[in-house]
Nanobody, 116 residues
Framework: HVQLVESGGGLVQPGGSLRLSCVAS??????MAWFRQAPGKEREGVAGIGTVGRPAYADSVKGRFTISRDNGKNTLYLQMNSLKTEDTGMYYC?????????????WGQGTQVTVS
């Protein structure tokens, strides 16, 4: 049974930090990604990471966010520093696979981040 469970969201002031976690119960090791969706906006990719590292980031979060994973704990992280009001949204983790283009097969339920 595949399951992704995010945690770590909350209310933080601009300039503050949060660390999101995503505990994964998966059939095998996957590439992983974080997405976010603000009210009234489309969901957007924030960061991704391969099965053994090699992170990638959206331009809007480069230098402020760090994606990492602990394969021994089956956990994905997103360290968010220097948070801005525009970082507010629901954050989701997802599995990612590449077959011509990227596909995001499994999703968590999301964790809310509010910067205000």
């Amino acid at each position: 049974h595949v399951q992704l469970v995010e945690s770590g969201g909350g209310l933080v002031q601009p300039g503050g930090s949060l660390r999101l976690s995503c505990v994964a119960s998966l059939d095998r090791r996957h590439c992983m990604a974080w997405f976010r969706q603000a009210p009234g906006k489309e969901r957007e990719g924030v960061a991704g990471i391969g099965t053994v590292g090699r992170p990638a980031y959206a331009d809007s979060v480069k230098g402020r966010f760090t994606i990492s994973r602990d394969n021994g704990k089956n956990t994905l992280y997103l360290q968010m520093n220097s948070l801005k009001t525009e970082d507010t949204g629901m954050y989701y983790c997802a599995t990612a696979s590449l077959s011509g283009s990227w596909h995001f097969g499994y999703w968590g339920q999301g964790t809310q981040v509010t910067v205000s």
